[in-house]
């Protein structure tokens, strides 16, 4: 996110990018690797052992089927910590 701050004249998707971010209030901190001991898969490149990841059977789906969505609505609204919201 640093380099793309430093674009002098931004065009096209980093100008887009560009306004999007400016939206929000934040600074870019450099931490090490070492250091960043809680990334997520998104974070990291795959390694050599964790394959190509072209296999299907290593993905996980959590989904919520649409009327089991009036439980979980009823509970929000009687939960007290969530009324505070």
């Not at 793309?4 to 306004?19: H, I, K, T």
């Not at 959590?62 to 609505?73: H, K, N």
């Amino acid at each position: 996110l640093k380099w793309l701050r430093n674009f002098r004249e931004p065009e096209g998707q980093v100008a887009r990018w560009l306004e999007k971010l400016a939206e929000f209030d934040f600074e870019v901190v450099h931490r090490p690797g070492k250091k960043h001991q809680n990334a997520d898969a998104l974070s990291r490149r795959a390694c050599r052992q964790s394959g190509s990841g072209d296999d299907s059977s290593n993905v996980h789906v959590a989904a919520m089927a649409l009327d089991s969505a009036s439980p979980v609505e009823r509970w929000q609204k009687e939960d007290a910590d969530c009324m505070q919201v």
